[in-house]
């Protein structure tokens, strides 16, 4: 990947590859989770999804698409640590496939729906922005009725400001946002957020460069340099919540006390794969297969905030019992409790799972990103490398500095005691 710098804190990733038939351009724009407005955002992403000036329905930009031979086009909300990224992605047919100029009219797309939204007079089209807001209404409401999304949402909201300020916004904060508070988020996000550009396919580089600096104008962004984000929390809480619900949810918390940046990375993905990750896991085979205490049951690393969640579904009358056994299994991998046979499959597994994540665009622009965010030596090959070199001792290590913060559950109404 080429980076070149074409204004302050704008910055353009060449990915030249033949692995793809499409030509991919990703804008994402970053600025600090604590300097915005979470529901002023959402709002964003569905409104800057679905139409602009010169599209200005959902049939407008349907048949717009189709003259790209179906691009496909996203807005996306996304944290990464302490930052929240917005990022506007259009995918087409590379022109060589059709003998067409499709790249042209792939960048003036992209410049209409991000430079030239259906605001007028100051505000968004207030058709358009009632219609918004009662559909995220209805889309938080939808998602809090699936008591998994719910217990993990509300886990999020216990644990810290930094965790709080991440959880998806409250019917509330959606219904008291206004037009004024969305044109606001719109101008902070073009004005000040940081900007990285991506392109990813098969491409001439200095000819789609001189394109996009032809038709984009870019003004100097604030840097942001901190992005990884700690955890910290002191003490182990455990919150019980009822619902009338038929199976009951267990979110269980963990601080790593360790982010991608530490020398300890490649060992804790390989822990968590041993603690909870993979269908060989202690947590699985323990708690799921040879004692049926739950439906489903996994664990999930989040290196970026240095967090590991293991979320559950049980029947609430086995609630005890499958916390204690979690917490086992955790004592287990920190006391080198797994053969050199299991470790050495959660290595294959751990290394499989990244090799296949670059056979997607979008995968491999989620892999970019991270190299931008953090540095070169995040490349998988690096990480792979680093993974093969791992020892027993290197998982018992990083997994003694795991912690448990924080354990919610959403009770099923008549196992509450």
Do not use: W
């Not at 886990?155 to 019917?171: H, M, S, V």
């Amino acid at each position: 990947m080429k980076t070149l710098e074409i204004s302050k804190n704008v910055n353009l990733h060449h990915h030249k590859t033949e692995k793809f038939n499409d030509i991919t351009l990703s804008f994402r724009y970053k600025n600090l989770i604590s300097n915005t407005n979470r529901a002023a955002r959402t709002f964003l992403t569905q409104i800057l999804n679905d139409t602009c000036i010169a599209y200005p329905t959902k049939d407008a930009v349907t048949r717009c698409l189709d003259t790209l031979y179906g691009s496909n086009y996203k807005v996306l909300r996304d944290t990464y640590g302490k930052l929240d990224v917005i990022e506007f992605r259009l995918s087409t047919l590379n022109g060589n496939v059709v003998n067409e100029d499709l790249l042209t009219k792939q960048i003036d797309v992209l410049n209409e729906f991000i430079y030239h939204p259906r605001i007028m007079n100051g505000l968004f089209d207030e058709t358009l922005f009632k219609e918004m807001k009662e559909r995220l209404v209805l889309m938080i409401q939808s998602f809090h009725d699936q008591p998994g999304n719910h217990a993990n949402d509300q886990a999020k909201r216990l644990f810290n400001t930094t965790q709080e300020l991440k959880a998806l916004p409250t019917i509330e904060e959606i219904k008291s946002c206004t037009n004024e508070d969305v044109v606001k988020a719109y101008h902070q996000l073009i004005e000040d957020d940081a900007l990285d550009i991506f392109v990813l396919g098969n491409y001439d580089e200095e000819d789609v460069t001189a394109r996009i600096q032809s038709k984009f104008k870019f003004n100097e962004k604030h840097s942001i340099l901190d992005v990884l984000d700690k955890n910290i929390r002191e003490n182990h809480d455990e919150i019980i919540e009822q619902k009338a619900i038929s199976q009951t949810r267990v979110v269980m918390m963990f601080t790593t006390n360790q982010t991608m940046l530490d020398e300890s990375y490649p060992a804790i993905l390989l822990a968590n794969g041993l603690f909870g990750s993979f269908p060989t896991s202690y947590l699985f085979q323990e708690v799921r297969e040879k004692r049926s205490l739950c439906y489903s049951i996994s664990s999930r690393i989040d290196n970026y905030d240095g967090l590991i969640t293991v979320q559950t579904a049980i029947d609430g009358k086995n609630y005890e019992e499958v916390k204690d056994l979690i917490l086992k299994q955790l004592q287990r991998i920190k006391e080198g409790d797994f053969d050199d046979e299991l470790l050495e499959t959660t290595k294959k597994m751990n290394i499989n799972i990244l090799r296949s994540s670059i056979d997607s665009q979008k995968s491999c622009l989620t892999l970019d990103y991270r190299e931008v965010l953090f540095n070169d030596s995040l490349r998988i090959e690096n990480v792979i490398e680093k993974l093969r070199q791992c020892t027993k001792e290197d998982c018992i290590n990083a997994f003694k500095q795991v912690e448990p913060k924080l354990t919610y559950c959403l009770m099923q109404e008549d196992h509450h005691e």
